[in-house]
C-alpha cells in the first residue's frame, strides 16, 4: 500500500529533479564572427578575447560550465545567416552573441529573435536596430554606428576644421559614419565618395579627387583590411603631412603592427574618436589588456574588447537569474540593469538595449616599449544616448 | 573641376587599365587557345603578390623580390596545370568553371595556412615613393608611373612574342585552329603548359606590382577576375591586341566614371539622389558597356581571325 503511494510519488520526484538536473548541464553560448577570409583576423582577435575571458571567470556562469560555440559567418550575410540558423536550431544554444558586421547583423537577427532568444552585438551597431527595429531581446555591448563619428564631427568643430573630404564605404555601416559625422560637423563637406564595398580597394581616383578638393581635413571610415591598404595609399599619394586624416574604425591593434613593420610613420599622430582604448585606467582593463599582451604578444583591439565585454555581460545576468539561463524575462531584466565590471568603466544601459557611454579621442602614439598603440586624449561625448532611441518603442 | 584633375584621373585610368590587361592577357590566351574557362586565374595574382612579398621580406630588394617572384609564380602555374587542369582540356565549360572554382577555395585557404592569417604588407622602396611633378603641374606617384612603365614594357614584350616569334605564329594558330594545329604536328601539351604558364606570370607579376599598394591577402584575386572577364569579353577572346584596347578603355570609364559621374549627376539630380547614384552607377557602367558590346557585336571588339 505504502509502496504503491510511494510509487506515485515517484513521478513528482522525478519532475522536481529536472530542473537541477536541467541547471547542472552546461551552458550552450553561441558566438558569430569571422573566422575565414581575409577578415578572419578580427575574427580571431575576438575568439581569443572570449576564451581568456571565459578563462578569467573560471568557464562558469551562474554555477554552470559554459560551452562556447562559434560559427563562422565568412565575412558574408548569407552564411553568417545560416551559421545562426545552426546555432539556434542545431546546437540549441541558450543565447547567441557576436557579429562583427552590420550586413550580417541585419540578415541573421531574425533567425535567433524569432526563437525567443536573446541576441547581443559584440561590434555591429546598425541604426534600424537601434530605432524602428528594436526588439526587447535585442542587446548592443559595443556602441551605435554613428555616435563614434558624431564624437569625431565635434572633434573637428574643436579643432576648427572648416572643409570636409569624406570617404567611405558604401554599405550600411558606411553611411552610418558619414551620417554620424554630418550630424555634429559644422563645416562644409566639399566632397564624398561612397567606394563600393567590400571589392574596392585602390583608391587612386577618390584620392585625386581630394587632392583637388583642398580640404581642411579628410575623414574616412575603412574597417579591416581596408584601413592599413587606405593609410598607404594616403602616404603614397602625398597626402600623409598634407591634409590631416581623421578615422573611425580604420586603425586599431591588429592594423597597427603591420603598418609599424611597413614603416607607415604617417599613422603617428593621427586623430581618431573610440569609446575606449588600450591605456583606459580601471581595474578590469589593466587586467584584460596585460593578460592579452601576454597571450597573444600584441594589444587586444576593440573588436577584442567588445567581446570579452559581453562575456562579463552575460556572466552577470546568468548570476542574477541563479543559472537558469532559460529565464528569459529574467535574463532581459538583469541585461538592462548591465551591472557588471566593463573595461570601459561604468556605463548604463540605454531604453533601446545600446549603452550610454563616452566617447573619448584618440591618437596614435608610440608605447614606453616602442610598439605603435592607441592612447586615451579628452572625452569629446559623455553619457551619450545614440540619435535613434527616441524611435525606439520599447 | 580642372585640366590638371582631369589629366591626373586619365593617368589613374591608364594605370588601372594596365594592370587589367596583364590579367587579362593571360586570361584570354587560356581560354582563347585551350578553351578553358579558368576562374583559378586571380589565384596566380594572389601567389605572384603573396611570393614576391615573402622573396622582398627575404632579400630587403624590391627587383630581387621580383626577379624571384617570377620563376616561383611560374612554377605554380606549370604545377597546376599539369597536376589539375589537364583533365579539364576535354570536360565541357561547366566541368571547367567548377574545377577552377574549387582551385580559388584551395589557393585562398592555402594562402592562410602559409603565411599570416592578415596576410603580407611590404614596404615601398624608398626610390620608388613619393610624387613627381610631370609637367603642366600635375603630380603623381612614381611608382603609379613605373606601373604604367612596367605594363606598357610587358605589352611591347607580347606584341614581339606573339607577332614576331616562331611560338607566337604557333599561338596565334592556336587560337584560329585548335584542331588544325594538332594535326600539323605541333606539340599539344607543350604549347598549352607554356602558354599557361604564360598567362600565370602575367597574373602573378600584376599581383607584384599591386602589393606595395594594397597588401597580399587571401581572396585579392577574386575582385578583380571578374573585371578581367569582361575585359576580354568586350575585347575578344583570344585576342592580345583585343585585351590591351578593352583594358585601357575599360580602366578609363571606370576610373573616369568614378570621379567625374557624380559632378554630372549634380548638373540634373538633387544632392542626396546623385550622391546615392552616383557609385552604383559607376560601378555599372563597365559591365554596361560589355552588354553594348554583346549586343552589337558578341565576338568582341577585336576577335582572332577565325578560320
Not at chain 1, 605603435?372 to 544616448?385: D, G, P
Request: one cysteine or more; glycine letters at 10%.
Amino acid at each position: 500500500m505504502i509502496m504503491k503511494r510511494f510509487l506515485g510519488l515517484l513521478p513528482a520526484f522525478a519532475l522536481a529533479a529536472l530542473p537541477t538536473a536541467a541547471m547542472a548541464e552546461p551552458i550552450k553560448i553561441g558566438f558569430v564572427t569571422t573566422l575565414t577570409t581575409g577578415a578572419a583576423v578580427i575574427g580571431k582577435d575576438q575568439q581569443n578575447a572570449v576564451e581568456l575571458a571565459l578563462d578569467h571567470m573560471g568557464r562558469k556562469m551562474g554555477g554552470r560550465d559554459v560551452i562556447i560555440v562559434y560559427g563562422d559567418d565568412e565575412f558574408n550575410p548569407q552564411k553568417g545567416k545560416q551559421k545562426t540558423e545552426k546555432l539556434v536550431k542545431r546546437d540549441n544554444v541558450d543565447i547567441v552573441a557576436g557579429y562583427i558586421w552590420s550586413h550580417v547583423l541585419l540578415a541573421s537577427k531574425a533567425t535567433v529573435l524569432d526563437a525567443g532568444k536573446i541576441l547581443i552585438s559584440a561590434n555591429a551597431g546598425p541604426s534600424p536596430l537601434a530605432g524602428k527595429s528594436c526588439h526587447k531581446n535585442f542587446f548592443n555591448i559595443s556602441w551605435q554606428n554613428d555616435q563614434t563619428p558624431m564624437a569625431l564631427g565635434e572633434v573637428l568643430n574643436r579643432k576648427g576644421v572648416k572643409s570636409l573630404y569624406i570617404m567611405a564605404p558604401n554599405y550600411a555601416a558606411g553611411k552610418n559614419m558619414v551620417a554620424g559625422v554630418e550630424r555634429t560637423f559644422k563645416g562644409e563637406i566639399v566632397g564624398k565618395d561612397m567606394t563600393k564595398w567590400p571589392t574596392q580597394i585602390d583608391w587612386a581616383a577618390e584620392m585625386t579627387k581630394a587632392k583637388a578638393a583642398k580640404p581642411d581635413a579628410v575623414f574616412t571610415f575603412y574597417p579591416g583590411k581596408h584601413g592599413p591598404a587606405f593609410i598607404k595609399q594616403y602616404q603614397q599619394a602625398g597626402l600623409t603631412g598634407k591634409i590631416p586624416l581623421y578615422t573611425v574604425y580604420t586603425i586599431d591593434s591588429i592594423g597597427l603592427p603591420r603598418m609599424q613593420k611597413a614603416g607607415l610613420k604617417g599613422v603617428l599622430g593621427t586623430f581618431m574618436t573610440q569609446f575606449w582604448a588600450p591605456d583606459m585606467d580601471n581595474a578590469q582593463n589593466h587586467r584584460f589588456v596585460a593578460d592579452f599582451k601576454q597571450r597573444h604578444g600584441r594589444y587586444p583591439s576593440f573588436y577584442a574588447a567588445q567581446a570579452y565585454d559581453s562575456m562579463f555581460f552575460i556572466k552577470a545576468a546568468v548570476d542574477e537569474v541563479k543559472g537558469n539561463i532559460a529565464d528569459t524575462d529574467g535574463m532581459r531584466a538583469a541585461l538592462e540593469k548591465a551591472d557588471f565590471p566593463s573595461i570601459r568603466g561604468a556605463f548604463t544601459m540605454g531604453k533601446n538595449h545600446f549603452p550610454v557611454q563616452n566617447f573619448y579621442l584618440r591618437e596614435v602614439v608610440t608605447d614606453a616599449d616602442g610598439n605603435w598603440t592607441t592612447a586615451l586624449r579628452e572625452a569629446v561625448l559623455t553619457n551619450h544616448v545614440d540619435p535613434y532611441a527616441k524611435d525606439c518603442k520599447m | 573641376m580642372n585640366l590638371v584633375l582631369i589629366a591626373e584621373q586619365t593617368l589613374n585610368g591608364l594605370q588601372f587599365g594596365i594592370l587589367l590587361f596583364l590579367l587579362a592577357a593571360g586570361l584570354t590566351l587560356v581560354f582563347g587557345i585551350m578553351d578553358l574557362v579558368n576562374l583559378a586565374h586571380g589565384s596566380f595574382y594572389m601567389m605572384g603578390a603573396f611570393l614576391f612579398a615573402t622573396f622582398y621580406t627575404l632579400t630587403g630588394s624590391f627587383f630581387l623580390g621580383i626577379a624571384l617572384g617570377i620563376p616561383a609564380t611560374l612554377a605554380v602555374g606549370v604545377v597546376t596545370e599539369v597536376l589539375a587542369l589537364r583533365p579539364l582540356y576535354a570536360r565541357n565549360h561547366l566541368d571547367q568553371v567548377l574545377a577552377t572554382f574549387g582551385l580559388i577555395l584551395f589557393f585562398n585557404q592555402l594562402v592562410q595556412v602559409i603565411w599570416p592569417l592578415d596576410g603580407m604588407s611590404v614596404p615601398m622602396p624608398a626610390y620608388l615613393d613619393g610624387a613627381v611633378r610631370i609637367g603642366f603641374g600635375i603630380e603623381y606617384p612614381v611608382y603609379r608611373i613605373m606601373i604604367i612603365g612596367s605594363g606598357l614594357a610587358v605589352a611591347a614584350g607580347l606584341y614581339f612574342l606573339v607577332q614576331r616569334t616562331r611560338l607566337g605564329m604557333v599561338i596565334r594558330a592556336g587560337a584560329s585552329n585548335r584542331t588544325m594545329v594538332g594535326a600539323l604536328g605541333v606539340d599539344i601539351k607543350l604549347l598549352f603548359t607554356l602558354v599557361f604558364g604564360l598567362g600565370a606570370v602575367l597574373a602573378g607579376f600584376a599581383g607584384m606590382l599591386m602589393t606595395p599598394i594594397l597588401s597580399a591577402t587571401s581572396g585579392m584575386g577574386e575582385q578583380i577576375l571578374i573585371l578581367a572577364f569582361v575585359v576580354i569579353v568586350i575585347g575578344g577572346i583570344g585576342s592580345i591586341r583585343g585585351a590591351f584596347i578593352a583594358a585601357i578603355i575599360t580602366g578609363l570609364i571606370d576610373t573616369l566614371g568614378r570621379s567625374f559621374l557624380d559632378v554630372l549627376l549634380l548638373a540634373v539630380l538633387p544632392a542626396n539622389a546623385a550622391e546615392a547614384a552616383g557609385p552604383a552607377l559607376s560601378s555599372m557602367l563597365i559591365y554596361i558597356l560589355m552588354v553594348a558590346v554583346l549586343f552589337f557585336r558578341p565576338q568582341g571588339l577585336f576577335p582572332p581571325k577565325v578560320r
